[in-house]
């Protein structure tokens, strides 16, 4: 594996954090399929100390007679292209280009307010003077002791625009840069009264070191909008969580596409490349969410070690597949991506601690993703 491969995995490994918020959900069409495809929500205690209730997520439209896997690649940037796209008529006032052919080359544009915008092979990003601040302040990880991301849900929305508009400008950007965002997003209003606490109290608990000096106060000019994107592939969303392990170069880095927008425009964006899918392998019925779920409740009773698992989404995704012996191909497989908390112990309070897990059926199989 070369330099830039393993970059890429280590910083995706470092970054994967599981996704909140709500993403809309829909019944999907009538199927001749077998297994109930109707419903929504599954809640079952196969055994003792595995607990189900879990939301079925699986967007309308999707034809479960007829899903297919498909080859795919990760979609390429023209770094000119995205800088026109995101920056418009602003012209950036410095220009370079870093890294090399091991490590990856990225084009980086800085702006005359001190944004700077990145893009290259590991994808698209955005990055202000704010963003240090907004990590003390915004925490969207399950797994992190400082979440808090439904805070800033249910919020109104801010005066200088509504959601359903910075939305509609961020798809218009993307789609200039070659991108067809799904419809679907998630979005949380961040109000500088609500980050001012948050970023106090994560302060506070953090030691030194591991912050800045100073926690700078937040401002109106700071409020705006956190918006998760989502690209699909025949209505079906590609996944955000990291599939595969690094020592056998089967890891595919995943994650939640973000935007962050203010007034003043994008703040913030965290956007790899997504996955385009080129020819059809197969195409043929899927298996239901609860047939996909049997093979998880067999798993567990083939444990030894059977810690508590609370299974609470299952959800239909594409799963990219790394191709054997090309790092830039992968298989794009439909499966059910099943998210559980498992316990791991006790946290200092004497309190159960978990860390979230995923599992992946193929949805044509039955056979787990690893």
């Known amino acids: 594996m070369n330099k830039r491969h ?9 970054l994967t954090m599981t996704t909140a918020g709500c993403m809309r959900k829909a019944p999907p069409v009538p199927s001749s399929a077998p297994g109930d495809f109707k419903q929504t929500h599954i809640q079952q205690q196969p055994h003792d100390t595995l607990t189900v209730d879990a939301d079925i997520v699986m967007e309308a439209n999707v034809n479960v007679d007829a899903v297919s896997t498909y080859t ?50 590991n994808g698209v990003f955005v ?35 509504t959601p359903e508009i910075v939305f509609a400008q961020l798809k218009e950007s993307f789609a200039a840069m070659g991108v067809t965002l799904s419809d679907r997003y998630t ?13 106090e109290h994560c302060f506070n608990e953090t030691p030194e070191g591991f912050r800045p000096e100073k926690l700078r106060p937040f401002t109106a ?31 595919v880095p995943c994650e939640q596409p973000r935007a962050t927008v203010s007034a003043d425009g994008i703040v913030s964006l965290f956007f790899m490349p997504p996955y385009r899918q080129e020819s059809a392998l197969e195409t043929a019925p899927i298996i239901s969410a609860q047939a996909a779920l049997s093979k998880v409740v067999d798993k567990y009773n083939t444990l030894v070690d059977k ?45 159960p601690s978990y860390n979230t897990e995923h599992i992946s059926i193929n949805a044509h199989t039955g056979a787990e993703l690893l």
């Open 6 to 14: 393993m970059a890429l995995m280590t910083g995706c490994l470092l």
């Open 187 to 199: 979005c949380y209003t961040l109000d500088h009264q609500t980050m001012q606490q948050q970023a």
């Open 72 to 121: 795919g690649a990760p979609v390429t940037f023209d770094a000119e292209t995205v800088m026109r796209a995101l920056l418009g008529d602003e012209q950036p006032v410095k220009t370079e280009t870093i890294g090399d052919a091991e490590t990856g080359i990225n084009t980086q544009y800085t702006t005359a307010d001190g944004r700077g915008l990145t893009v290259g092979e």
């Open 221 to 251: 000019d700071d409020d705006s909008y956190y918006i998760y994107l989502y690209t699909d592939i025949d209505n079906i969303p590609l996944t955000a969580i990291s599939h595969g392990t690094v020592d056998d170069y089967s890891f």
């Open 307 to 351: 810690r508590p698992w609370f299974v609470d989404k299952i959800r239909l995704e594409y799963v990219p597949q790394r191709v054997k012996g090309d790092l830039d191909k992968v298989t794009l497989v439909p499966a059910w991506v099943i998210t559980y908390r498992d316990e791991t112990g006790l946290d200092n309070d004497g309190e």
């Open 127 to 161: 990055f202000s003077s704010l963003v240090v601040y907004l990590e003390l302040a915004v925490h969207d990880s399950a797994s992190d002791p400082f979440y808090n991301i439904d805070v800033y849900a249910d919020k109104p929305p801010h005066s200088f625009a």
